[in-house]
C-alpha cells in the first residue's frame, strides 16, 4: 500500500465530507481491479475522513500493481459534493514508490475515450538511476524522445505548467520512444 494525504480547505467542519477513493479507468468509468501477487485481493472503493484541520490520509494500491479487464487503471478521490450534488473529483495515479505522496503530485487528467484495449497511462518515475529528461518547447502532437537508456523506461509527461497528462507510448527501440497526443502540447517527459 502506499499512503495519499492532501488537506480540505475553507470548509467549517471538513471531518463531515463525504469521501471516498474508487478505482476507475482512464476516462473515468468505474473499473473491477485485482491484485495478482495477493490470492483473492480485488481492489475495493475505500471510505475515508478528514481531521478537524481538513488533512486527510489514505493507504491504496499502488496503480502498476492492478490488474483490470479495463487496462490501465488511476484512482477517483472524491472530496466531497458541489451543491447540485456532482462529486468532486481528482484522479491520480498510486506509484509503488513509498509515500507519503501529496494528492497534487500525482495527479493526472482524463482521456476522452480509451484507446486499443484499454488506453495508456503515463508512468510515474520509477527507481532511482538512469534517467532522461524531454524538453519539447514547440507544440507537437507527436513527440519522438531519443533517451539512449538501452531498455523502455517508465515516461511521465507533463505539460509547461506542469500538469500531468496522458497520452499513447510507443517503445520504437530501446533508445526511443514515440509519444501522441490528441493535439499538439509543450512539455516535458521524464524517462526512468
Not at 27 to 32: I, S
Not at 147 to 171: C, E, F, K, Q, W
Request: net charge negative; hydrophobic share 40%; proline share 9%.
Amino acid at each position: 500500500m502506499t499512503t495519499v494525504t492532501g488537506t480540505l480547505i475553507g470548509l467549517p467542519a471538513p471531518q463531515r465530507v463525504e469521501m471516498k477513493a474508487a478505482l476507475v479507468d482512464v476516462t473515468g468509468q468505474a473499473a473491477v481491479g485485482y491484485v495478482p501477487s495477493l490470492s483473492g485481493e480485488l481492489v475495493k472503493d475505500i471510505t475515508f475522513r478528514a481531521g478537524e484541520d481538513g488533512v486527510w490520509e489514505i493507504d491504496l494500491t499502488p496503480n502498476p500493481l492492478v490488474d483490470s479487464v479495463a487496462g490501465d487503471t488511476l484512482w477517483a478521490i472524491q472530496e466531497g459534493r458541489v451543491l447540485d450534488g456532482t462529486p468532486i473529483l481528482t484522479h491520480v495515479v498510486v506509484p509503488e514508490a513509498a509515500g507519503p505522496w501529496w494528492v497534487g503530485d500525482i495527479r493526472v487528467e482524463l482521456a476522452d475515450a480509451p484507446e486499443g484495449t484499454g488506453g495508456t497511462v503515463i508512468y510515474l518515475p520509477g527507481p532511482a538511476g538512469s534517467n532522461y529528461v524531454h524538453t519539447q518547447d514547440v507544440p507537437a502532437s507527436t513527440w519522438q524522445i531519443p533517451h539512449n537508456l538501452g531498455y523502455r523506461p517508465n515516461i511521465s509527461l507533463a505539460m509547461t505548467d506542469g500538469r500531468v497528462v496522458l497520452a499513447d507510448v510507443v517503445h520504437s527501440s530501446p533508445t526511443l520512444a514515440v509519444v501522441s497526443f490528441p493535439t499538439p502540447i509543450a512539455g516535458t517527459a521524464t524517462c526512468s
